[in-house]
């Protein structure tokens, strides 16, 4: 929603691809006010951890992470990927925000982010306010 919402005011977006290529053709056909990076110069076969990777790339290229929902699937959270991305931001000494949400697995999750680093807020606007002074 964010990419589209972007493009549609005029925005440029930079889109960190998991890979290049899935099953023979380009994974994305990019806008002509589209950046697509990825850690692979050539076409590779796509692979679950590509998209880990793929996290680690966005956290890297932000200023800071906003985590607008994160929930756990289970008690183990596996396979979420937001998480990956708080934690390779937190990694990266990036400022991490998490805005609650309420419904089933998402305190489990925020207890997550929270101890891998990141602060939780109540509201977009509590969001602003904390990250303001340190961008």
């Given at each position: 929603?964010?990419?589209?919402?972007?493009?549609?005011?005029?925005?440029?977006?930079?889109?960190?691809?998991?890979?290049?290529?899935?099953?023979?053709?380009?994974?994305?056909?990019?806008?002509?006010?589209?950046?697509?990076?990825?850690?692979?110069?050539?076409?590779?076969?796509?692979?679950?951890?590509?998209?880990?990777?793929?996290?680690?790339?966005?956290?890297?290229?932000?200023?800071?992470?906003?985590?607008?929902?994160?929930?756990?699937?289970?008690?183990?959270?596996?396979?979420?990927?937001?998480?990956?991305?708080?934690?390779?931001?937190?990694?990266?000494?990036?400022?991490?925000?998490?805005?609650?949400?309420?419904?089933?697995?998402?305190?489990e999750?925020?207890?997550?982010?929270?101890?891998?680093?990141?602060?939780?807020?109540?509201?977009?606007e509590?969001?602003?306010?904390?990250?303001?002074?340190?961008?």
């Amino acid at each position: 929603a964010a990419h589209d919402s972007t493009l549609k005011c005029g925005g440029w977006v930079v889109t960190a691809a998991p890979f290049l290529c899935q099953g023979g053709r380009p994974w994305h056909e990019p806008h002509a006010r589209e950046a697509v990076v990825s850690q692979y110069v050539k076409p590779v076969v796509s692979a679950p951890w590509h998209l880990v990777q793929r996290n680690k790339l966005i956290a890297a290229l932000s200023k800071a992470v906003v985590v607008a929902d994160v929930m756990c699937r289970d008690l183990s959270c596996n396979g979420v990927g937001t998480l990956y991305t708080v934690a390779f931001a937190v990694e990266l000494k990036k400022p991490v925000i998490a805005i609650r949400q309420e419904g089933p697995g998402r305190e489990e999750a925020y207890k997550l982010v929270e101890k891998l680093g990141g602060r939780i807020v109540d509201s977009l606007e509590e969001a602003v306010e904390v990250l303001e002074p340190l961008l």
